[in-house]
């Protein structure tokens, strides 16, 4: 039940802003956009998540469009350990039968 | 413990025997979900349990995929009669209920071979 379209994979220097784009022109009010990433071998880790406000935290960015058709993830200062398959996801918040589905996301490169 | 704690991390089986894998959630989570991960591909949503409510089955790919919480806490995911196509990396992940943040705590996975 794909809700979002990302760019299968990104590369970015080392040091410079990471910009990740994802499309979700279906996205009802009450959903949210969720990002997480999943390093090699490892779970998916929370990053940021947002309505309609732009957010930040000590990890990312979020910038949502002002009609939520479409969102971007910024990492400021992209480090090689940042090297990562990048999920972007919505979904509503609360309530039961909430669930989260995760597309194949971006694949972003990092290079030194 | 602090995280999500998923057993076995690996389990190697032969075609056609059930297997069992376990998820302990973080303690107070009272929702829990398990996906499955092919290699190479994104997650795929299985099932999700949140609090005394009927769990939401409608991931699992057939009758042979089953999943438990009991008492609110322990899930153990069974795969009946394996197959070969079942070999992924099972996640379970648990979350407070939806409140703030929607954030999912993920475990390490348990991968699966079936030979």
């Known amino acids: 039940d794909a809700k979002t379209t990302q760019p299968p994979s990104m590369d970015c220097a080392e040091g410079r802003a990471a910009n990740l784009p994802c499309n979700h022109s279906?996205?009802?009010?009450?959903?949210?956009v969720y990002w997480y990433r999943q390093i090699h071998s490892q779970g998916p880790q929370y990053i940021i998540h947002?309505?309609?406000n732009n957010e930040t935290n000590e990890m990312a960015s979020l910038i949502i469009t002002e009609d939520r058709k479409s969102s971007t993830l910024i990492l400021p200062h992209a480090t090689l350990r940042d090297t990562a398959v990048y999920y972007c996801?919505?979904?509503?918040?609360?309530?039961?039968?909430?669930?989260?589905?995760f597309g194949t996301g971006t694949s972003l490169t990092v290079i030194p | 413990g602090a995280g999500v704690s998923q057993s076995p991390s690996n389990k190697v089986t032969e075609k056609g025997k059930d297997v069992e894998l376990r998820c302990d959630p973080i303690?107070?989570?009272?929702?829990l979900y398990w996906y499955r991960q092919s290699l190479g591909q994104g997650l795929e949503f299985l099932i999700y349990?949140?609090?005394?409510?009927?769990?939401?089955k409608s991931g699992l790919p057939s009758d042979r995929f089953s999943a438990e919480r009991t008492g609110g806490s322990v899930s153990t995911l069974t795969i009946q009669r394996t197959q070969q196509e079942d070999s992924a990396v099972y996640l379970c992940?648990?979350?407070?209920?939806?409140?703030?943040?929607?954030?999912?705590?993920f475990g390490e996975g348990s991968r699966l071979t079936v030979l």
């Open positions: 349990f949140q609090g005394n409510s009927a769990p939401d």
């Open positions: 996801i919505v979904s509503a918040a609360g309530g039961a039968g909430n669930q989260f589905y």
């Open positions: 947002g309505l309609k």
């Open positions: 303690s107070g989570h009272t929702a």
């Open positions: 992940a648990s979350s407070r209920p939806f409140a703030n943040t929607g954030e999912l705590f």
């Open positions: 279906t996205i009802s009010g009450n959903e949210y």
